[in-house]
């Protein structure tokens, strides 16, 4: 049984691909069902200008 405190802790800069995937599909996902950004901003608890720069990351994506 470990303690649950002994495992690492990540940076942001330590995502891996599929976690970013996760944090674009969550943007998404919050987005869609509130229907407004800044109330998606709210609900994850991150900035306007987060929320910003995940909206650009999706919409490079959708170029792919």
Known sequence: H???HSFPTRRSSDLSAMD???ELYKVFFHVASSLS???ASKQLFISQS???EH???L??????
């Not at 919409?59 to 792919?64: F, G, M």
């Open 50 to 52: 987060e929320m910003e």
């Open 55 to 57: 909206t650009s990351e």
């Open 20 to 22: 970013i995937n996760y």
């Open 2 to 4: 470990r303690d649950l």
């Open 37 to 39: 950004f800044s109330e």
């Open 59 to 64: 919409q490079s994506l959708e170029e792919i």
